[in-house]
């Protein structure tokens, strides 16, 4: 059954539904990226068995103690490929416009959908020349404010309880930005947030009040259609950046202005794929950032390290955005 999905900015036809996801009336617009699941390259007439070039070895690990991902040219540089330690197999053509998604039986096709939703087309937006942050963004009005940090940050918590307070989701993350004549737009992602069991429980009372995505990953659904909350499904310009990641034992959330020569490599540091950038990829970044960071306000957000106290800094977070605002 073949479905079609804006994600991103990008528009995605795919031969299988995405989990997750809800497909949108543009089947006449021509896609950006086309995506064939359980289907490899081979079947349509690439060579991927013969030489191959090592582009990327993760320095993290998978429970075998093998590096978690590696990254290969292959088909005679025709093909990247993507592959986990898992099994789940990636491939995607130079000009970025197709991709095969393949799965070991010990998988499913959750699982490849969540490396596909997340560090995979993170990966490919960056490629395609769309500088990415590694944050969460939401809807406040009609202005974008995204939270960024490292994992463990807190920026899905954040997310997630912006969407609880009745405020719109519009992504988790990953944040895809596009310049524009007036500033930089927040790209849409997808309708739901990813959260650890603390987070579920801090927000929803129990662990096991959200699904997990598949057995194979712990992460649990928060699915915003499922629960009443609200998507921003637009492009939306984005107002503010607050950095999240360090914590304080202060009964009240305070933040700090962050000047432009100190946040910069804050969001160096929260970019993605940043050790595929080639030179000219790179200076193209730091060019984005400094236009970035002459137009919309940074801010450290200093919170209660309990996530159990999240609504205080979501309150916190509103109100800071406010008086910015005027």
Known sequence: MNATYSIFGLIVRSNLLIPGLIASATEFVSPALEVLWDRCPDEDGYQTGGNRELVYTSVYTGESG???????????????????????????????????????????????????????????????GVTCLHASAVALGDSAV????????????????????????????????????????????????????DSTKALFGSADALPVF??????????LKDHKSRFADRALPLRAIYLLGEW????????????????????VANTYATNLL?????????????????????????????????LEACDAVRKDFQSLQT
């Open 214 to 223: 598949s057995h194979n990953y712990e992460k649990r659904c928060f699915s």
């Open 248 to 267: 304080s034992l202060d009964a009240v959330p305070r933040f700090e202005p962050v000047p432009s020569a100190k946040a910069l490599p804050s969001l």
């Open 146 to 197: 995204a939270f960024v940090g490292p994992e463990g940050a807190g920026k899905s918590t954040l997310a997630a309880a912006f969407a609880r307070e009745g405020y719109a989701a519009l992504s988790d993350d990953i944040v895809a930005l596009s310049e524009s004549a007036g500033g930089f737009l927040v790209q849409p992602a997808y309708p739901y947030l990813s959260l650890w069991e």
């Open 66 to 128: 093998e590096p978690a991902l590696h990254i290969w040219r292959v088909a005679d540089d025709a093909l990247m490929q993507v592959a986990y330690c898992d099994g789940v197999k990636f491939w995607f053509t130079r000009d970025f416009q197709r991709m095969w998604i393949v799965w070991p039986a010990t998988s499913s096709k959750e699982d490849a959908a969540a490396y596909f939703l997340g560090p995979v087309l993170g990966l490919l937006l960056r490629l395609r």
């Open 278 to 310: 080639d030179i000219k990829m790179r200076a193209r970044e730091f060019e984005v950032l400094g236009r970035l960071l002459a137009k919309v306000p940074v801010r450290k957000l200093i919170a209660h390290q309990d996530s159990a106290r999240c």
